[in-house]
């Protein structure tokens, strides 16, 4: 950072949970057909990724269970 920027962290938790592997079947053509599109190579990382639904909350644990 530099300057007057600034960084507040925030308290939250990461929620995550696999696909069914339809799902994943979907999403890693969708990933093949615009890398295809674009003329880019794709990480290994991106296919992991893929394969879950990642949220990122800031909702109390108590309350909102994943």
């Not at 990933?31 to 800031?58: D, H, L, M, N, P």
């Amino acid at each position: 950072m530099t300057g007057s920027d600034s960084a507040a962290a925030v308290r939250g938790r990461v929620c995550a949970i696999r696909k069914s592997d339809a799902a994943i079947g979907i999403a890693h053509g969708k990933i093949r057909r615009e890398a295809s599109k674009k003329g880019v190579e794709v990480g290994r990382q991106t296919f992991k990724f893929a394969e879950y639904v990642i949220v990122f909350t800031t909702f109390p644990e108590a309350d909102f269970t994943p």
